[in-house]
Each structure stands twice: as C-alpha cells, then as structure tokens.
C-alpha cells in the first residue's frame, strides 16, 4: 500500500561503480522528482519528469541519468560513482497544481547510498 | 539556488510548549508549504498556504504568511514527543509550478 517506493534502501559502492536506485508510484500522479539530500539535510532537486517527459534538469552531472518508462516509475542511473555522490536520494511525485491537489509532493523514504 | 531559509536551524522545547518557526524566501511564490521530515524517513506534507492567504490552521498547526515581508511562520501549539522532526518550508516560484524548492530545514526537539 505504500504510496512512493524506492529500492534499494541502502546502498554502499566503491568509487568508479554505476548504480542504479528505482522508484515506482501507486497515486495515479503525472510529475515525479528525484531530490538530493545532503550530509546536512539540505534538498536539492535534481530531475523532474512530467508523464515520462524530462521538465526539469538541475545541472546535475551527465553520470546520473534518469529513466521513466511510464508515468508510475522514475529510475534513476548513476555511472562512475564519487564519494562526493554520497547522500540520500529521494523519489517523489505530484500531481500539477490546478489538477487534483496543488503541487503537494508525496516522498518515498530514501536511498542512503555511501560511496567509500 | 536556495529559494527558503529556515530560522531557528535547531529548536528544543519541553513537551506542551509551543514551537514557532520561520521561514523566509528571495522571489514571489505561488505558494509556500510545509513538511516534515522525521529521522531516517521522507519528507511528509503539513500544510500548504497559498500566496493571496495570510493565515491557515490545520489541527494543532497554524501556518502565517506575509508576501510583503516575504516570510512565512509555522506553530505548533501543546508539543509533543512524536513532533521532534526537521520540519522544512518549500516554495512553488511563479512559472515554474513543478518546482518545489527547500530550506535547510529547522531541527525541532521536542522533551518529554
């Protein structure tokens, strides 16, 4: 029943490996994100898809890239992993403001990944 | 760029007490909202208010919002235990709709 999943949990890499985190929506919505948290619980976003079309881009490095097959999973790749990469990676989803809701964002609990 | 600023960064207060928090941001928002994160898990949605609202209650929450001074303040009234979390404010800019952008977060300690 859980809303927003993301697997793996936990994920501890060494340096120079490729990675992947998947997410997955059971709300029906049409936008889903991956943010970026940080050692200091500073969110950033990172990517935004809206009905498997990328909207947004945070200039993140081209080592991460998302997939979404469809509108209900967003996966996101990330090749040549730093230590800087380590962080907690968070899926969530809306729907559009305007449509059901106005732009609440619903999260999954994270991926700790740790790059040694 | 950080669009909101969380104050205080860490606030701990004895159970029954209330705890106000500040938010402030740089640009017009569309609206301003508020989660909390408990330790270890995601984010969770309080409240949401809109840009033309000034005030909006939700159960022991009370959410302000001054779009002149551009700062917004979350209360929560008879604190308890279970409410120590980070709690963050998030703005929606204008134009951009499906961007939510996060302060650094105030970390709340709530004493038994």
């Known amino acids: ?73 967003l996966n996101l790749h990330i090749n040549s992993l730093e230590l800087g990469d380590s962080a907690v990676y968070f899926c969530a989803s809306s729907q559009p403001p305007g449509t059901k809701g106005e732009g609440e964002l619903f999260f999954g609990e994270g991926s700790r990944l740790t790059v040694l | 760029s950080q ?3 969380e104050d205080p960064q860490a606030l701990s207060i004895q159970e029954g007490e209330n705890a106000t928090m500040n938010c402030s941001y740089k640009t017009s928002i569309n609206n301003l909202q508020w989660y909390r994160q408990n330790s270890g898990r995601g984010l969770v949605h309080l409240i949401l208010i809109r840009s033309n609202e000034r005030e909006k209650h939700s159960g022991r929450l009370r ?50």
């Open chain 1, 1 to 73: 029943d859980t809303a927003v999943s993301q697997t793996p949990k936990y994920l501890v890499t060494q340096m120079g490996n490729d990675k992947s985190i998947k997410c997955e929506q059971n709300l029906g919505h049409d936008t889903m994100y991956w943010y970026k948290q940080d050692s200091k619980k500073f969110l950033k976003i990172m990517f935004s898809y809206n009905n498997k079309e990328l909207i947004i881009n945070e200039t993140v490095p081209n080592r991460f890239s998302p997939k979404s097959p469809d509108k209900a999973h």
């Open chain 2, 3 to 5: 669009q909101g600023e």
């Open chain 2, 63 to 112: 959410v302000t919002l001054d779009t002149s001074k551009k700062s917004s303040s979350l209360l929560i009234t008879a604190s308890r235990a279970a409410d120590t979390a980070s709690y963050f404010c998030a703005t929606v800019i204008g134009g951009s709709n499906y961007k939510l952008t996060f302060g650094k977060g105030t970390l709340l300690t709530v004493n038994p």
